[in-house]
Nanobody
Framework: QLQLVESGGGLVQPGGSLSLSCAVS????????IGWFRQAPGKEREGVSC????????YYRDSVKGRFTISRDNAKNTVYLQINSLKPEDTAVYHC??????????????????WGHGTQVTVSS
C-alpha cells in the first residue's frame, strides 16, 4: 500500500528548530523526486523544498533558503526536512509528496502525484 507519512511537527518558539520526516512505503523511492509543501490557513499551498530522485538536485523557495535543508535516505525510504531559525510565518501544515520529476528546476505541486496527510508546524511565542 502506497503511503507517505509525515512526522516531526509541533509547537516551537521563534528561532527554534524542527526535524520533519517523510516515511515512504509502497513505491520505489529511488525513482521519485520528493517535495515538501506547506499550506497555512487562508493561503495557497506553496512548494518549500524539493529534492531529485538521486538527491543531486535540490530547490528551496527564497524565504527558506539558508534555514531549511532537505535530504533523503533512499535505503531507509525516508526524506527529511531540517528547519531552523523558525519564524511565525513558517506556521503551516507541511506535506511531503512524491513525483516522477525528470528534471528538478523548481517545486510545483502539479508535478507530484502522491501526497501525505501532513504535519502541523506552529511557530509562536
Amino acid at each position: 500500500q502506497l503511503q507517505l507519512v509525515e512526522s516531526g511537527g509541533g509547537l516551537v518558539q521563534p528561532g527554534g528548530s524542527l526535524s520533519l520526516s517523510c516515511a515512504v512505503s509502497g513505491l520505489a523511492l529511488d525513482y521519485y523526486a520528493i517535495g515538501w509543501f506547506r499550506q497555512a490557513p487562508g493561503k495557497e499551498r506553496e512548494g518549500v523544498s524539493c529534492i531529485s530522485s538521486s538527491g543531486d538536485s535540490t530547490y528551496y523557495r527564497d524565504s527558506v533558503k539558508g534555514r531549511f535543508t532537505i535530504s533523503r535516505d533512499n535505503a531507509k525510504n525516508t526524506v527529511y526536512l531540517q528547519i531552523n531559525s523558525l519564524k511565525p510565518e513558517d506556521t503551516a501544515v507541511y506535506h511531503c509528496a512524491a513525483g516522477l520529476v525528470t528534471t528538478l528546476i523548481s517545486c510545483h505541486s502539479y508535478e507530484y502525484d502522491y501526497w501525505g496527510h501532513g504535519t502541523q508546524v506552529t511557530v509562536s511565542s
